[in-house]
């Protein structure tokens, strides 16, 4: 009776016999209504959160960037020459700069090369650049991996070594290209000089800046034909499509934010090239290979006219956002879709 006694003192209530609701209520409290989330609410946050951690580099940018550019800009309503950096003197003149330059025709002219020139080498980039990233695609490992290491090397080269390497292959004297030639039975090509032509000079910065270019658009094309299904591919060979009417019909439609954001980012990259045609050949001869970039630093730091050179990388600026017009519109087409 004792040990009866004392295990039924000492046991406390069974849980089993309590109810769950119960012992929630005694252990919790009551439960506080749960806040409707407004979807309004939802959406602002959601648009507004990927400006938010672009932030810090919108900051950066802006630091390293922006402040140039004001400066920039400021100096191209300048007569900024050596009298006046001697004497410390600040000497506006307006609008003169780059009034000057909008009815200079040498600034039409270059402009004109440029777009000309830019046009050129971006078609031969993507259409070379999109060739070889289809033949990445349907080569072996091995194959893939030689050509591959190829591609990042000829892009990771410096390019003032890679345009001393194009000086060297088509030099006059001892160019590799000229001996080839010669070989071959062009004898006149022997000691041709390659870079006392306009159009000559132009077709060895194309071959140089087309080079440097294609590995980009060939690496990112076959990273992106990893993400469509071979079975899209085998619908459209079943189908009766051929290799032409597959890419045209099936793959570029698939790629089409690929190749378009490439192609503009080539068309930035390609004019406001200045290391390939100033140090192959200083955008001679005579100044018949001068693009814009080549043309504000000769004008610039070439003949000391600084506010003139700030002027025409400004107007350069201003072009280049005009080609880039039909980027922008589809890029905020895309947001106000979302």
């Not at 309004?40 to 630091?63: D, E, I, N, V």
């Not at 990259?269 to 693009?291: C, D, M």
């Amino acid at each position: 009776m004792a040990a009866q006694y004392r295990g039924t003192k000492t046991r406390g209530p069974d849980p089993a016999a309590t109810p769950p609701q119960a012992a929630t209520v005694l252990t919790a409290g009551p439960t506080p209504p749960s806040r409707p989330v407004s979807p309004s609410g939802t959406r602002r946050r959601t648009r507004f959160t990927p400006y938010l951690l672009l932030l810090p580099t919108l900051a950066a940018t802006a630091l390293l960037l922006g402040y140039p550019l004001v400066r920039n800009l400021l100096i191209s309503f300048q007569t900024l020459e050596p009298f006046q950096l001697i004497q410390h003197t600040t000497e506006w003149n307006g609008f003169g700069n780059y009034t000057d330059q909008l009815t200079s025709s040498e600034f039409w002219h270059t402009a004109g090369r440029s777009v000309a020139f830019t046009a050129a080498n971006v078609v031969l980039i993507m259409a070379a650049g999109t060739l070889i990233g289809l033949l990445l695609n349907r080569l072996g490992k091995r194959m893939r991996l030689l050509l591959s290491l190829g591609l990042v090397l000829a892009w990771a080269m410096p390019q003032v070594v890679g345009t001393t390497v194009y000086q060297w292959l088509f030099d006059t004297q001892n160019g590799v290209v000229n001996w080839g030639l010669d070989s071959l039975g062009w004898h006149s090509m022997h000691g041709y000089n390659w870079f006392g032509h306009q159009l000559s000079t132009f077709a060895v910065i194309t071959l140089m800046v087309v080079w440097g270019s294609i590995p980009f658009v060939a690496l990112n094309l076959f990273a992106g034909l990893t993400t469509v299904s071979a079975e899209i591919f085998e619908a459209a060979r079943m189908d009766g499509a051929g290799a032409w009417r597959t890419f045209w019909q099936v793959l570029f439609p698939i790629l089409k934010p690929f190749f378009l954001s490439t192609t503009f980012l080539e068309i930035i990259w390609v004019f406001k090239a200045f290391t390939q045609v100033y140090a192959l050949n200083a955008g001679g001869p005579e100044g018949l290979t001068e693009t814009l970039p080549v043309y504000a630093y000769v004008e610039g730091f070439g003949n000391q006219h600084f506010g003139t050179g700030a002027a025409i990388s400004m107007l350069t600026i201003v072009i280049l956002a005009a080609l880039m017009s039909y980027y922008f519109r589809v890029i905020l087409k895309e947001e106000d879709e979302l």
